[in-house]
């Protein structure tokens, strides 16, 4: 990589070509002022812009220092670049206070394809489409042709459409081998949609801008990682089974685990989210959002949470950074002046459904105390094993927050201070490694403070922008930005109107989850009204089969998540970051790498017992026949219980992969 200028015209050149150019008849940047408009409704953002005002820059000044380059914007922006080797820092200082918005514009090739933006749940490849990134409920349905989503939208607000995500992030990696990482946190729109550039908007100057090279996506992973960090290694105990997500209190939540176990479901946890308590809405059964043990549903817990450790099985909750306001720590946080405010120091709660909330300002170092403080109390101290830290994207712009920064600039890094108040906890009470927790939210940041991303709550159903295939796509998107272990609620979470889970759908999750780090199922919203393994002899059968075979693949998976801490290489990889040649391996969202020797094509929709698969150039063993393939693409056949999963024949795990077919092999 490297500057080169001419005159007050310069490029940053890549190896293949430029990847940003200035010159008065390609500005680089664009400046200008913006006026916004934005509605919250329990977490689903209405955000429009009238852009009053933007103007091309030109450069009037280029100086050369010992570190690198300054160069002078027509007097409203100053920028710092430094290049060293295949790196290059672009630092920006605001030099007009109007400004509010700004554009960059980075060099794109016709056939070039982008990943990332953080968990993208639609579509894998950017290109063709713009991006705001903004941290939200991702809506139901998600998809503006379909009724779910028109009604969704009338009634509640919430149908959301393909861009909306738990986890935005200003990243994105280009097939041309950069990766491209913004810091900055204000509200962005990445537009992939022109042939001879991409057009990246913020809300905000941003502070810096990182570029990098690499010959390879995978030496590229690690680089991106360098920078932002790496999650660390899964706990040992949680190969050992799936997670089994019950509740209802304690007879009923141990009472189902054994009725597993008896059936011959290898269980590793117990996940009662509802530990705490619940409160009942027309949306469903909800939770008590009080912190604390619910001795009145869960009487005996810790002597139980004891009993079932010593079986090999551990016990797992739920939190998240908000307060309902009719609860003891609401009071006591109320007391200490721990909340977010209004912009006149009146209390400020949140609806989040038929109940109302208070935010904790992580912002206050006193209330991050008292927050972790009960992390480290209530769940750690308790027992817990794990946890999902649900939430952390509701933030409202129109609060006060103690550190005085707008909150249209802590939206979206809420999250990762909610990651980070949980991974202390951890770290300062020396559990890092045996506890888990798993969030949906993120954020920069995540990549280093949270444990285990789980794709959020996607309908019970075959949608491919909400349901079963949405998975996938988060898990490949996510993974490109650097957070590598990723999961999700087997079977769906929402479950609206008639939409209802069917045993069908439960299953082909199952057979897709085997093959992901961590299995856990969920009751959903709606436990009484959907279908539910536990219920159904056959399925519990096809269950624990395939929870078996995710345990007998435990040394190769428990390889793959070390080389995520260590390289950033996520788990679950897109065909083309081993497969750099074949030009069809960039575009396929619905198949992925299990590490490097396993290839993954889930069935994906409803009534389907064969799907098209993709082998990339190698030759290829199926694990459910034992049947020989070569590269190409090939019509397999699927019934439930043998999904299309392929291993390389010279995998290092051969043997391995070789005692799963013959063990579990289709008669």
């Known amino acids: 990589m490297k500057f080169v200028k001419n ?10 070509g430029s990847v940003l150019k200035q010159n008065e008849a390609m500005p680089m940047l664009y400046v200008g002022y913006g006026e916004p408009s934005i509605e919250m409704y329990r977490g689903n953002f209405k955000i429009e812009d009238y852009v009053v005002e933007r103007y091309p820059l030109k450069v009037t000044e280029i100086v050369e220092t010992d570190l690198g380059y300054e160069v002078n914007f027509s007097g409203e922006i100053k920028s710092y670049i430094y290049i060293q080797d295949d790196e290059a820092k672009i630092g920006f200082e605001k030099l007009n206070p109007k400004i509010n918005r700004f ?15 953080g968990e993208q749940m639609s579509y894998f490849n950017l290109r063709g489409r713009h991006f705001p990134l903004w941290s939200s409920e991702p809506g139901v349905g998600r998809d503006k042709s379909t009724y779910l989503t028109w009604r969704y939208d009338q009634e509640a607000k919430a149908g959301g459409d393909y861009y909306n995500t738990n986890y935005p992030q200003a990243t994105y990696v280009s097939s041309r081998h950069y990766y491209l990482h913004t810091d900055c946190t204000a509200y962005a729109d990445f537009d992939f949609r022109h042939e001879a550039y991409h057009e990246l908007q913020y809300w905000e100057v941003p502070d810096h801008i ?48 054994d009725r597993s176990v008896e059936n011959g479901i290898k269980v590793c946890g117990i996940w009662c989210q509802d530990w705490e308590g619940k409160r009942v809405t027309s949306f469903g059964k909800r939770l008590q959002w009080d912190w604390r043990w619910n001795e009145e549903m869960y009487p005996n817990l810790p002597e139980k949470m004891k009993e079932y450790r010593e079986k090999g099985i551990r ?16 009071k006591e946080g109320k007391e200490k002046g721990y909340f977010a405010t209004a912009e006149d120091g009146s209390d400020y709660l949140v609806d989040f459904g038929e109940f109302y909330c208070g935010v904790v300002d992580f912002t206050n170092p006193d209330a991050y105390e008292w927050f972790k403080g009960i992390i480290k109390k209530n769940l ?25 920064v707008s909150p249209m600039l802590e939206h979206n890094h809420w999250p990762a201070l909610w990651a980070k108040c949980n991974y202390d906890a951890l770290k300062e009470t020396g559990t890092l490694g045996e506890i888990v927790y798993f969030m949906r939210a993120g954020a920069t940041g995540s990549q280093k403070y949270c444990t285990l991303m789980w794709a959020g709550d996607q309908s019970v159903d075959f949608t491919l922008h909400d349901g079963l295939a949405t998975v996938m796509v988060g898990a490949l998107s996510v993974g490109m930005c650097g957070c590598g272990l990723h999961h999700s609620d087997i079977g769906g979470y929402t479950s609206i109107y008639d939409n209802i889970r069917t045993k069908e759908l439960f299953e082909r999750w199952t057979e897709m989850a085997a093959f992901t780090p961590v299995m856990r199922t969920h009751e959903g919203n709606r436990p009484d009204t959907n279908f539910q393994y536990y219920d159904d002899v056959d399925t519990m059968k096809m269950f624990a ?3 078996d075979i995710h345990v007998d693949l435990k040394d190769y998976i428990r390889e793959a998540v070390k080389e995520n801490a260590g390289k950033g290489i996520p788990v679950q990889r897109p065909l083309f970051m081993h497969y750099e040649d074949e030009k069809e391996a960039y575009d396929i969202q619905t198949e992925y790498l299990f590490g490097r020797d396993m290839l993954v094509a889930p069935v994906y929709l409803e009534g389907a017992q064969s799907r098209s698969v993709y082998l990339p150039e190698d030759t290829w063993i199926h694990l459910f026949t034992g049947e020989l393939y070569g590269g190409g693409t090939y019509e397999i056949e699927a019934p439930i219980g043998y999904p299309p999963v392929f291993y390389r024949k010279d995998a290092g795990h051969a043997d391995l992969f070789k005692s799963i077919t013959d063990k579990y092999k289709k008669v």
């Open 380 to 404: 750690i101290e308790f027992g817990l094993s794990g946890w999902m830290a649900d939430f952390g994207e509701y933030l409202p712009t129109d609060l006060k927050l103690h550190n005085g």
């Open 103 to 117: 554009w960059l514009r980075v060099l794109a090739d016709t056939d070039e394809k982008c990943y990332g933006c």
């Open 7 to 16: 005159g007050l015209d310069f490029e940053i050149e890549l190896k293949n």
């Open 545 to 547: 089969r395939m929870t």
């Open 315 to 330: 016990f797992l909750g739920y939190i998240n950074p908000y307060l309902v306001n009719d609860g003891v720590l609401y």
């Open 210 to 257: 990182h570029i990098a090279e690499a010959d390879t996506f995978l030496e590229l992973m690690t680089k991106l990682t360098d920078l932002l960090g790496r999650q660390p290694e899964l706990p040992d105990w949680i190969y050992d089974g799936a997670i089994i997500g019950v509740q209802g209190g304690t007879d009923r939540s141990f009472g189902l685990t």
